[in-house]
């Protein structure tokens, strides 16, 4: 199993006016980036849409992390597959039928992730954390909608509780974190187990983007040795 841990920029805090710039100032340090889809139902805001990724795919090789905050996910998963996502990663609380929503997210070549809102009882994830039942579980450590919230400390219980459960299960699903995540607090997430770092503004507010991604790798991966 790749243990390494891999900080995942999300592209929310980046200059949207200028969003190839800012891909390519972390293109060399990170495999992926994270797009936040917002649809101002589920979550109380909107950001991008399918032709802004389809746009993206035209100007960089990296693996697109599509992460829906939206209702009725089902409806939209072929138009993120179509326009470039390498993974679509839905809400558990936006599905009635999440196997169906991984399938049919697998069955378009794609990985499969499922988040859960900070409200939300881990033990849902129980179906998902056996092995291969999923690509991705990313565990929300903000109430989703908005980037630059504070770390909610209680996410650290939840992270290591689904490391466990994927643990027991010898699942290879990867443990992602989501929402507020720093050089502050890195090493924390990362000994509590997630591996896939989403960091918005951490990473595109600070002053040199690509140097940040490297500190947080390093202080990250520092961590578990
Ligand atoms: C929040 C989004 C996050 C957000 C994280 O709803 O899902 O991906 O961009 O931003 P930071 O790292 O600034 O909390
Ligand atoms: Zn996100």
Known sequence: MNNEVKTVPSILSADFANLEKDIKRIEGVCESIHIDIMDGHYVPNL??????????????????????????????IEAFAKAG?????????CSKEPEALIEKIRSLGLKAG??????TDIKV?????????????LVMSVNPGFGEQSFMESAYDRIKAVRKMLDDNSSEALLAVDGGVRGE?????SKAGARHIVAGSAVFKSEDPEATVKELN???NDSIR
């Open 218 to 220: 390093k202080t990250g």
């Open 185 to 189: 607090n890195i090493a924390k997430v």
């Open 125 to 137: 994830l129980e179906p998902f954390t056996k092995k291969g039942a999923c690509d991705l579980i």
């Open 85 to 93: 996502s390498d993974m679509i990663t839905f809400h558990i609380e």
């Open 47 to 76: 950001s991008i849409g399918v032709p802004v990724v389809k746009s993206l795919r035209k100007v960089t090789g990296m693996t697109f992390d599509t992460h829906l905050m939206i209702t009725n996910p089902e409806d939209f």
């Open 114 to 119: 499922v988040a859960i809102h900070p409200d």
